[in-house]
């Protein structure tokens, strides 16, 4: 595709629920990035996959957390029994994984809210 | 451990120039990127230092100096779309992993 996508782009669920989040990114990027970002405040590195593949899973928050990349495209991002401190956007980004093009391209992000 | 630490706020007026700093400490560096990111939006990519000096890119410029953990993000001509959070982010050696700072707000008035 032209950009990379996220969906749903907003999902309000209720606490302890689980949800998954999904990201499509650029055609033929390898690398694909998950972070979070609170209201007010940065971006927190989640996970990392290259290919399909996670080397770094040191950013998942607890093991509530899971994600898991097919196919070296599509990744989703699993919440299981959510709690309120959840409620951030969540947003995904791809790269091309070769040497000199670090660049990362952002989806526009899915706003979860846990009430 | 990694620390990246940049200005909370800045305020300017349309037509100034202004400077945005960014200070680093990571266990490894393979580059520093700086990313705009609008109310609401995802980050937009501004650019990439990977060697000291300037990189200049029409109304914006990004410098770098590795031996002193230092860059800025120099905007000139301000507009009021420039009025967004400003990102600096260190690229993690071998893991191609992007540490972001918390960002600064810039507000551009008339």
């Known amino acids: 595709g032209a950009g990379v996508s996220q969906s749903p782009s907003n999902k309000v669920t209720e606490k302890g629920k689980d949800v998954e989040l999904r990201c499509d990114p650029i055609s033929g990027h390898t690398a694909l990035y998950w972070y979070r970002q609170s209201l007010g405040q940065g971006l927190e590195f989640l996970i990392y996959f290259q290919g399909n593949s996670a080397p770094d899973k040191s950013g998942l928050p607890s093991d509530r957390f899971s994600a898991e990349r097919t196919g070296g495209s599509v990744s989703t991002l699993t919440i299981q029994r959510t709690q309120q401190e959840d409620s951030a956007v969540y947003l995904c980004a791809s790269s091309s994984g070769l040497a000199g093009s670090a660049e990362q391209f952002f989806g526009p992000g899915t706003r979860l809210t846990v009430l | 451990g990694q620390n990246i630490d940049q200005p909370t706020e800045m305020t300017a007026t349309e037509g100034a120039i202004v400077q945005i700093n960014c200070t680093y400490q990571?266990?490894?560096?393979?580059?520093l990127f700086w990313y705009q990111q609008h109310a609401g939006e995802a980050p937009t990519f501004l650019s990439y230092n990977v060697l000291d000096g300037l990189e200049e890119k029409g109304r914006f410029s990004s410098f770098l100096s590795r031996s002193k953990g230092y860059s800025y993000l120099l905007l000139k001509e301000l507009q009021m779309k420039d009025s967004a959070s400003y990102l600096c982010?260190?690229?993690?050696?071998?893991?191609?992993?992007?540490?972001f700072g918390t960002g600064t707000r810039l507000q551009v008035f008339p």
């Open positions: 990571t266990s490894g560096f393979n580059g």
């Open positions: 982010a260190v690229l993690s050696y071998n893991t191609d992993k992007l540490i």
